[in-house]
């Protein structure tokens, strides 16, 4: 057996990544010793392309990924014309990337991009007969497409909406309501558990004496709840329902800081950034409102008399996340309506964006 020698490159969108470029990234570890892949950046483009590198890290471990500025907006979505295996080459070289031994590709621009580069050209699967599948096509038809998308990519793809609100306001009943409308996983709450654990060594939740350390723990088991659930829907090939990939979470970090300032006295701006960083920063927040709701007291609930303070506090919250954000209240079929127009009117899960860049 021949051991691989040299660099091999494989460029691309990778909007999103599925299993054509996964098997060309494979096949480019074959017949190379190292591996770059360049995840072209074009501005305005969701997923954007440190997310999709990201994923490509996260399958590929051993290649090296790089993000590079997509010099291709001024024809897209045409197919690139000769002009451009040029032009890329050079921008490239200014770039300060290569030289490269071997260029992997399943498109028709590959030999003359490879010969610009002073590169040999490895085909791979230009008829897609191999793996039947495109971006454009996924981008199309996410939900039909669902089976070439790695568990990584279908994980990150997941959009976000949490509910929250004051105590006995509705809020898991629209969660698991929500969840079940859109065929997406529910993340209960972690911090009702804990607070159960506390409540019965206390003797009731009058007696709790709450510490930081306790909200330190609800966090890290909030988070660590939300992964579980999405990475195990993720793998499951469940495919999503009509209006795409959703995680649906009752409660979030950002309504803990409520709840520790509530029992704390303090804020805590750590548990807002921590709610809002990265992947973990939620579509769409719902807060619920008392309208509609009786007050039941389930024995962990502090009292009616606090609903609409408790409210005020988390709109506040909310507003400053930056997060768009939906009040409702009324009846839970109002309510869940409301919701559902809401998510349908957000911008699209992928899109293009626009470009800075002339033709080469």
Do not use: N
């Amino acid at each position: 057996m021949t051991t691989a020698t040299g660099r091999a490159l494989v460029i691309g969108k990778f909007l999103p990544p599925h299993v054509g470029h996964h098997a060309l990234i494979d096949e480019a570890s074959r017949v190379a010793a190292t591996v770059e892949v360049i995840v072209c950046d074009l501005p305005g483009q969701r997923p954007d392309a440190t997310r999709r590198a990201g994923w490509l890290a996260a399958v590929h471990p051993t290649a090296r990924i790089r993000i590079v500025a997509d010099i291709c907006g001024w024809h897209a979505p045409a197919p690139c014309p000769p002009a451009c295996s040029a032009a890329w080459a050079r921008h490239l070289r200014a770039a300060g990337l290569g030289p490269w031994d071997l260029v992997v590709t399943s498109e028709p621009y590959g030999p003359r991009f490879a010969s610009e580069l002073g590169a040999g050209h490895v085909p791979f699967d230009p008829t897609r007969s191999k793996r039947p599948v495109s971006a454009t096509a996924v981008r199309r038809d996410l939900t039909g497409h669902w089976w070439a998308l790695h568990p990584v990519v279908r994980g990150g793809l997941a959009r976000r909406v949490v509910v929250v609100g004051a105590e006995s306001t509705g809020t898991t009943t629209l969660a698991r309501h929500l969840a079940a409308t859109l065929d997406a996983p529910w993340v209960p709450e972690f911090g009702r558990h804990h607070t159960e654990t506390l409540a019965a060594a206390a003797g009731s939740i009058w007696d709790v004496s709450w510490t930081a350390a306790d909200f330190r723990r609800i966090a890290d088991g909030q988070a660590r709840l939300e992964d579980d659930v999405l990475a195990g829907w993720a793998a499951s090939d469940r495919p999503p329902g009509k209006r795409g990939p959703w995680l649906v979470c009752d409660t979030d970090l950002a309504a803990t800081s409520v709840w520790h300032e509530r029992y704390l006295g303090a804020p805590a701006p750590w548990l807002v950034a921590r709610a809002i960083d990265g992947s973990r920063r939620p579509d769409l927040y719902v807060l619920t409102t008392p309208d509609g709701v009786i007050f039941e007291q389930d024995g962990l609930r502090d009292g009616e008399h606090l609903r609409d303070r408790m409210t005020d506090r988390f709109r506040s919250v909310l507003v400053d996340t930056g997060v768009p954000t939906v009040e409702v209240g009324g009846p839970p079929a109002a309510r869940l309506d409301q919701v559902l127009t809401t998510l349908d009117r957000l911008p699209s899960r992928f899109d293009r964006g626009g470009s800075r860049h002339p033709p080469p």
